[in-house]
């Protein structure tokens, strides 16, 4: 399996995300926002303040050279995993439904944060059980997903919702933290399993969850 | 009002420049010694003080001087910091104040070749029934965080302090920490005739032009309408000039960096020029501007953010360009060093200016002030048996903990990233932080503090309680001290009361310093932090570094388990 | 040229967590309204002196970049600058 | 009733890094642009049914709570509402 982590001006956890990747033997390596992506497994869209987040977060990403084929790969049925920012650069892309708007108290928050694992029938969650608690930190100050009704009864349906909070820290219509695509290639979250990496730091449950990756690889 | 009362100069300034000339100045020229010989660049009220401090001991590689402090962690490794104060601006514009604020010290950190790896901050308001204390709160809070979270390091320390004497003058001091292989620490030394000289980082226009000077003013209402003097940051740029400064601070061609603060390319220039014993010449017009029509003065003195000059051996200003293209920033070059020890400004091929370095970096007097023993001092006394006795402790309790300086800051730090890159084993909500050192077993522990009531009622003590309780807080996460930063917050120092205060602090500082081998090795001082109403306590904020050997052994302050003794230590 | 003025505003039927902040914000200081809303403001200046061909302009921008239709909605007015 | 647009900006010596982001984000697009400022957009409902009045508690509140003068200026757009 190969990963390749995108790196936009102003991304700031691709470092986290190659990390936790290479501590997993993972053949991982850094593809600058003006290069072209290759045939990597995984793609993963770090956290951050790409261009600046201005405007609107992931807005200006989008348009990066490196994403020219991102809707190509996603059909091929390749991996593409967005945090945070990521997430919402996925959103801006409509690789994924939805928008994320400002935190409902109007700050950053950052920190420790238990999700409830809903669908584990995904490349990323295939180790969970579902309803398994874990624990992700957060620190985004627009992570509150919003999705019509409509939109909402759709994820509902398709079994899109990936991820819910425990205690909803922002204000995101039905709690959800993280949904895949219809085929379950694409998943966009605002916490972070790539934070929670070592005991020491706080945690390790997101090695579970890049380990899942490695499975899923492994099965196909 | 005289020529020379407009850029803040005195009038025996003003007669010591025409005799260092031999000449009247031109405007530029005038314009460059107020920004440089203000307060707030030339130190000319502290300086002379600040020598008494304690800055050697085996550890230290660089002490005060620099753009920061450097100390040996072992490892071939060093740690790089110092912390600054962005107060003024911050009560203009709290959002922007505290930001580019934050933005300053980081580049003081990456001028030195250093990854930064932490922030820290100290922050200080009026109680908070009052709505414009809220705001100030809330703007500084959101500047420092966003700031701080955009570039993508970890705000992971700090202290939040409410008293009355900050209502009018709010502090916000900000600590950047970084880490350098020690053999490859940048210094800001220009050298090398014919070496050219480049501009890179945002484009320059008229933000901030007067800000050093007004930093070294009082309050008043006047300087409520001094409106350029608010900088606005741009952290996605700051991010790009980190990445692009570090791809190129070890080459062998980079002689010399320096980030643009305070007087801009003026202080700037003329620092780097002053520590190689050389002159400067700088071309106006090669300066890329983001206004039509700037005069060479207003291109001199502009405080515009997220800039630095480069020093480079001929022949390789390509390859300085090269990268910064591919990092989208822009970059010029403007001048060279030349032989006689003069700055020049051109603009074009016509000299407009010409100043030797040494009277405008240096020759701002160091001057002694005299000093007095505060009357208060003398008035302060309190009879513990007067205090009424408190009758419900369980009451007294939930008051002590209910109150603003008491209660948790968790309000305050979540909205700071404080886990970005993953190495910070030790959150905020402790004693102090603790940050892993990658690619070794090492952690550094990291606080920020200072009782200014202490300091108030005894500025030579409050001083010492500051260092003592800094490294109360770094021994707890079972880390040892091994150097400080300190940033001097006082009032008007030509007042002869707050000048003992000032100096009281320091030799406080120093002892403490002393005793616990904890030498000064950078900071900061700010003046002048007062309104018509109110004249805030001497604030002395300590800034401290502590090493772990083992980062497994970092502690946090929870209670672990039941049945845990709990034991009492000290005097 | 031509100045294009335009207001980028969440949808009505999105919250709009920093208007009602704003209001409440208002409401201390004793000045009451009836509702606050908050959005974006967005200057741009082009070179075109025809009004339809930067109307033109700025709706593709505001389709491509500027405004997101899934929560955002949007008003241009335009000026013409000698 | 009477809704107020204000629009609240950078003043013109001031550094808009928005502004400069977005213009380059509009020349990715090939969508070029002489300038592009970014300011907030502020909607206010206001019981008066004077625009006089509306005007004053508008220029009140601005100077009060929604525009800091060191960096920002403002202007007004009234309407009634019915
Ligand atoms: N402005 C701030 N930024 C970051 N952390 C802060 C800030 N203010 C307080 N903290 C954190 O909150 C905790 C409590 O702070 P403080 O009350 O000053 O502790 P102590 O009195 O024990 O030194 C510390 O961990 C400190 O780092």
Redesign the pocket.
């Known amino acids: 399996m190969k990963a390749g982590v995108i790196v936009f001006p102003g991304s700031n956890c691709d470092i986290d995300a190659y990390k936790v990747l290479e501590k997993l033997n993972v053949e991982v390596k850094y593809i600058w926002h003006d290069e072209k992506i290759d045939d990597e497994d995984l793609i993963v869209l770090p956290g951050g303040f790409s261009y600046g987040d201005y405007l609107r977060c992931g807005a200006i990403a989008r348009f990066a050279k490196a994403l020219e084929n991102i809707n190509e790969h996603i059909e091929k049925g390749k991996l593409v995993l967005g945090i945070c920012n990521g997430f919402q650069i996925l959103t801006e892309l409509k690789a994924l439904p939805g928008a994320l708007l400002r935190n409902k108290n109007l700050n950053f928050i950052c920190s420790d944060c238990n999700l409830i694992v809903e669908n584990t029938d995904t490349p990323f969650t295939n180790l969970f059980k579902k309803g398994d608690i874990v624990n992700f930190p957060i620190a985004h100050g627009e992570g509150n997903y919003y999705i019509d009704d409509e939109g909402l009864g759709e994820l509902i349906k398709n079994n899109q919702i990936v991820f819910r909070y425990q205690n909803n820290p922002n204000g995101s219509v039905a709690d959800i933290a993280g949904i895949v695509n219809k085929r379950g290639n694409v998943l966009g979250m605002m916490p972070h399993p790539e934070r929670a990496q070592d005991k020491l730091l706080g945690g390790e449950d997101g090695l579970v969850f890049f380990k899942s990756v490695i499975a899923y690889f492994k099965e196909v | 009002m005289n020529r020379y009362e407009k850029v803040g100069l005195t009038k025996e300034e003003y007669k010591r420049i025409v005799e260092g000339l031999n000449r009247e100045p031109n405007d530029l020229e005038l314009s460059m010694f107020g920004v440089l010989w203000s307060e707030h660049c030339s130190y000319k009220n502290s300086r002379a003080l600040l020598k008494l401090f304690n800055t050697k001991g085996e550890r230290v590689l660089q002490g005060p001087g620099e753009n920061a402090g450097a100390v040996d962690i072992g490892d071939d490794l060093a740690v790089v910091f110092k912390i600054e104060s962005h107060n003024h601006p911050s009560a203009l514009e709290p959002y922007q104040g505290a930001a580019t604020g934050v933005g300053g010290i980081l580049r003081d950190i990456f001028t030195m070749g250093a990854r930064p790896i932490a922030n820290?901050?100290?922050?200080r308001f009026g109680h908070l029934n009052d709505e414009r204390n809220k705001r100030l709160l809330k703007g500084v809070v959101n500047g420092i965080g966003n700031y701080g979270n955009s570039v993508g390091i970890p705000?992971v320390?700090?202290?939040?302090v409410f008293d009355d004497c900050y209502s009018d003058n709010p502090l916000v001091n900000a600590m950047s920490v970084g880490i350098i292989r020690k053999d490859k620490l940048k210094r800001a030394i220009a050298q090398g005739v014919g070496n050219s000289v480049i501009l890179v980082g945002h484009t320059t226009g008229r933000d901030g032009i007067g800000g050093a000077s007004f930093a070294s003013c009082n309050l008043t209402e006047e300087s409520e309408a001094m409106r350029s003097a608010v900088q606005v940051g741009d952290p996605f740029m700051e991010k790009l000039l980190l990445e692009a400064c570090l791809e190129l601070m070890d080459k062998e061609y980079v002689v010399a960096v320096q980030d643009l603060g305070a007087a801009g390319l003026t202080s700037s220039s003329c620092e780097m020029a002053l520590r190689g014993g050389c002159g400067i010449k700088i071309d106006v017009s090669k300066v890329v501007t983001r206004e039509e029509n700037m005069l060479p003065e207003e291109i001199m003195i502009s405080e515009s953010q997220e800039r630095m000059l480069f020093v480079v051996k001929k022949g390789y200003e390509e390859e300085i360009l090269k990268v910064f293209k591919k990092w989208n920033l822009n970059a010029a070059v403007i001048g060279e060093i030349i032989d006689d020890k003069n700055l020049t400004v051109t603009a074009g091929d016509k000299v407009v200016g010409c100043v030797p370095v040494e009277l405008l970096g240096d020759g701002a007097k160091a001057t002694l002030r005299s000093y007095r023993r505060p009357k208060y001092l003398d008035e302060l006394h309190l009879d513990i048996d007067s205090l009424k006795r408190v009758e419900d402790l369980n009451d007294a309790l939930i008051k002590v903990l209910k109150s603003e300086n008491i209660a948790s800051?968790e309000w305050?730090?979540r909205q700071?990233d404080y886990m970005v890159r993953t190495n910070t084993i030790v959150r905020?909500?402790?004693?102090a932080?603790v940050v892993a050192v990658e690619g070794t077993d090492k952690a550094l522990s990291l606080?920020v503090?200072c009782n200014s009531r202490y300091c108030y009622l005894d500025p030579y003590e409050g001083a010492k309680i500051a260092v003592c309780?800094a490294a109360r807080?770094i021994a707890a996460t079972g880390a040892t001290p091994i150097a400080i930063t300190d940033c001097l917050n006082f009032a008007n120092p030509e007042d002869e009361e707050v000048y003992y205060t000032f100096r009281q602090a320091i030799l406080g500082i120093t002892e403490a310093s002393k005793v616990l081998n904890t030498p000064v090795v950078s900071g900061n001082v700010s003046f002048y932090n007062e309104s018509n109403k109110t004249r805030i306590y001497p604030t002395p904020t300590i800034g401290m570094v502590g090493l772990l050997e083992d980062k497994n052994k970092a502690c946090t302050i929870d209670f672990k388990e039941l049945g845990d003794s709990v034991i009492l230590v000290g005097e | 040229m031509i100045k294009a003025y335009i207001d980028v505003t969440l949808k009505k039927s999105i919250l709009d967590p920093q208007g009602t902040a704003v209001k409440k914000g208002l409401e201390k200081l004793s000045l009451y309204t009836e509702d606050v809303r908050i959005g974006k403001h967005i200057e741009v200046l082009l070179k075109e002196d025809k009004i339809e061909a930067a109307r033109e302009k700025i709706d593709e921008m505001c389709r491509r970049l500027l405004v997101n239709f899934e929560v955002e909605t949007y008003s241009v007015r335009f000026e013409v600058i000698e």
């Open positions: 820290l901050n100290s922050i705000t320390a700090g202290e939040t800051k305050v730090y700071y905020p909500g402790g004693d932080a606080t503090d309780e807080n």
